[in-house]
C-alpha cells in the first residue's frame, strides 16, 4: 500500500454522494451563461446601447465586478460576456470548490469518518487527492460547456476555449486554497472561513490594481482573479496568462501535501487552545453557550465585511476621474459626480446585505449541525427548554447579522467620507444599510421556520438566496420582467443611497420575519429532534 491506494475507489464514491450537488453547480453557471448571452445580444442591439454600456463598465461597479475592461472601445458581444460574467462566475467557482474541497476532507476528519477509512486499505493521502480530482473535473466539465456554449453563439472558437479553460484552471486554483487551509485548523467551518478570506484578499489585490491603472498594475497580477481576462478573449487574445495557474496549482498542492504529512489525523497545523476549568459569568445560559460558539465565525465575518466595505468606500474617490476620461458617462448619469458615487454605493449595499443574509442563515443551520452530532440532545436534557435553546441561537444570528450590517455601513462610510473629504458619508452609509436591514432579519426568521417546522425544506430558503443573487445581480442583463426580479429579496426593500425610503416595505418585512421566527420556535418545541 502507498500513499494514494484506494485514491480511485474514492473518487467514484466523491462523485456518486455528490453527484446531485455538483450537477446543480455545473447546470446553474452554464445556464447561466447560456441565458445571458442572447440576452445581451438583444438587449444592446444598437451601437449607441453598446457604447452606453461600456461606458458604465468603466465606472468604479464596472471595474470592481467587470475587470479591467479590456474591448470596451469596440464593445461586441465578446468583450461584453468577459465584461458582464467573468468575476460571478470565478466567485461562484471559488465558492464550489472551497466547500467542496472542505467537505471531503477536514469535515471527514472532523466527523471521525476518514479514520474510518483510513482504519481500511487506504492511503494517508488518498482522500484529499480525491476531493480535488473530483473538483478538477468538474471545473474542466463547466469550463468545457462554457467554451461549447460561446462557441455556439457565433464567437470566436480560439477565445471561447481560452476562456473556458482560464475559468476551469482558476476553479481548480481556489479548490487548491482550500487544501491548504484544511491542514491549518481542526474544524470544517475554520477551514472554510480561512479560504473565503484568501479568496477575498485575491479578490481585492484584483480590483485595486485593476482601478489603480488602466489594465491592472502589479498588484492585480497577483491574483488568480485577474489571469482569466488577462488573456484579453474576444479583444487581442494571448494565450501565457494561463501559464500561471499550473504554477500556483503545482505550489498549493505541494504546500497542500507536505503540511498534511506534518500534523496528525484529525488535528490541524494550528491546535486548539484549552478552555479554562469552569464557565465564567458570561458564559451561563443557551444564548450565551451559542454566541460562544459562533464568536469566532462572527468577528471573522464581521472584519472582512467592514473591511471590504471600507476598501470598497475608498474607490469613490476614483469616480471624478471616471467623468473626466468618459465624457459619456455625464449623459448617463444626469446628476454628476455625486449621482454616480450614490449608485456604486447602493451597488455596495446589496453585497454587504448579500453577506449578512448568507451568515443569517448559516448562524441558523448550526442548530441541525448540533442535533445531528447529539449535542443539542444533550443540552436539552437539562433544566433547558426548547424554547430557550432554539431562542437563543435566534437571537445570536439576529445580533451577529446586524453587527455585519453595521460594520458594512460604516465601513463603507468611513471609507467613502475618506476618499471624497466629506464626513456626511458616514452617517448616510448608516442609514442605507438600516433601510436594508430586515432582509437579513428575514432570513434569520425563515431559516427558524423551516428549521422549526420542516428541516427537509432548507434547500429551499438557499434556493431562494441564490435566486435573489441571482436576480439581483443579472436580472436587467437578462432582461427579466420586472415582477421577477421584485421577488429577489434584495429588491424588496428600497435601495439607499439614491433611492427614496418607504417605511411600509420595511414594516411588513419585520412583521413577517417576527411571524416567521414565531413559527419556527412553535415548530421546533413540537417536533422530534433529528436522532444520531
Do not use: K
Not at 363 to 387: D, Q
Amino acid at each position: 500500500m502507498n500513499a494514494l491506494t484506494g485514491t480511485g475507489t474514492l473518487l467514484r464514491f466523491v462523485l456518486r454522494r455528490d453527484r446531485i450537488r455538483l450537477s446543480v453547480w455545473t447546470l446553474a453557471l452554464v445556464g447561466t451563461v447560456a441565458a445571458t448571452v442572447p440576452a445581451l445580444d438583444e438587449m444592446f442591439a444598437t451601437e449607441a446601447q453598446r457604447r452606453s454600456r461600456a461606458a458604465l463598465m468603466d465606472t468604479p461597479t464596472g471595474i470592481v465586478f467587470g475587470g479591467p475592461g479590456y474591448g470596451l472601445d469596440d464593445y461586441g458581444l465578446g468583450p461584453m460576456v468577459v465584461n458582464e460574467l467573468t468575476m460571478s462566475l470565478l466567485i461562484a467557482l471559488a465558492v464550489m470548490n472551497i466547500l467542496h474541497v472542505v467537505r471531503h476532507t477536514r469535515a471527514e476528519e472532523e466527523s471521525g469518518r476518514a479514520e474510518l477509512l483510513r482504519s481500511g486499505a487506504v492511503g494517508p493521502s488518498a482522500q484529499m487527492t480525491a476531493a480535488l480530482a473530483t473538483a478538477a473535473l468538474v471545473d474542466l466539465v463547466i469550463g468545457g460547456l462554457v467554451a461549447a456554449t460561446l462557441a455556439g453563439s457565433g464567437l470566436a472558437i480560439a477565445d471561447s476555449a481560452a476562456y473556458g479553460l482560464g475559468l476551469a484552471l482558476a476553479g481548480i486554483a481556489f479548490g487548491a486554497v482550500a487544501a491548504v487551509c484544511a491542514q491549518v485548523t481542526g474544524y470544517g467551518r475554520g477551514a472554510a472561513g480561512l479560504a473565503f478570506l484568501a479568496v477575498g484578499v485575491l479578490f481585492l489585490f484584483r480590483v485595486v490594481g485593476d482601478m489603480a491603472e488602466p489594465g491592472g498594475n502589479a498588484l492585480s497580477w497577483l491574483s488568480p482573479f485577474a489571469w482569466v481576462q488577462q488573456t484579453r478573449v474576444y479583444d487581442d487574445l494571448r494565450w501565457w496568462p494561463l501559464l500561471l495557474y499550473p504554477l500556483l496549482v503545482c505550489l498549493l498542492f505541494a504546500a497542500a501535501y507536505a503540511l498534511a504529512g506534518r500534523r496528525d489525523l484529525g488535528a490541524g497545523l494550528v491546535p486548539p487552545r484549552p478552555g479554562p476549568a469552569g464557565a465564567g459569568s458570561l458564559l451561563r445560559g443557551a444564548t450565551a453557550l451559542h454566541l460562544h460558539q459562533q464568536r469566532g465565525a462572527v468577528i471573522a465575518w464581521a472584519a472582512a465585511v467592514f473591511a471590504f466595505a471600507a476598501a470598497f468606500g475608498t474607490l469613490s474617490s476614483e469616480i471624478d476621474t471616471m467623468l473626466e476620461e468618459n465624457p459619456e458617462l455625464g449623459a448617463v448619469f444626469l446628476g454628476g459626480t455625486s449621482e454616480v458615487m450614490a449608485g456604486y454605493l447602493g451597488t455596495m449595499v446589496s453585497y454587504t446585505m448579500m453577506a449578512a443574509s448568507a451568515y443569517a442563515v448559516v448562524s441558523v443551520l448550526r442548530t441541525r449541525s448540533e442535533e445531528s452530532s447529539g449535542r443539542a440532545e444533550a443540552v436539552l436534557a437539562t433544566a433547558v427548554s426548547r424554547y430557550r435553546w432554539f431562542g437563543g441561537a435566534l437571537v445570536v444570528s439576529a445580533l451577529s447579522s446586524t453587527l455585519i450590517v453595521l460594520l458594512g455601513g460604516l465601513g463603507m462610510g468611513i471609507g467613502a467620507a475618506a476618499a471624497v473629504e466629506d464626513s456626511s458619508w458616514i452617517g448616510t452609509m448608516l442609514e442605507a444599510v438600516l433601510a436594508q436591514l430586515p432582509v437579513a432579519l428575514l432570513f434569520t426568521a425563515l431559516t427558524a421556520l423551516v428549521v422549526g417546522a420542516a428541516p427537509r425544506l432548507v434547500p429551499l430558503v438557499w434556493a431562494w438566496f441564490g435566486y435573489s443573487v441571482l436576480a439581483t445581480m443579472f436580472g436587467g442583463l437578462l432582461g427579466l420582467d420586472e415582477w421577477l426580479v421584485d421577488l429577489s429579496a434584495f429588491s424588496m426593500l428600497p435601495l439607499l443611497p439614491g433611492g427614496e425610503f418607504e417605511a411600509a416595505p420595511v414594516a411588513v418585512a419585520a412583521a413577517v420575519a417576527v411571524a416567521a421566527a414565531a413559527g419556527g420556535l412553535l415548530g421546533f418545541r413540537r417536533r422530534d429532534l433529528l436522532p444520531v
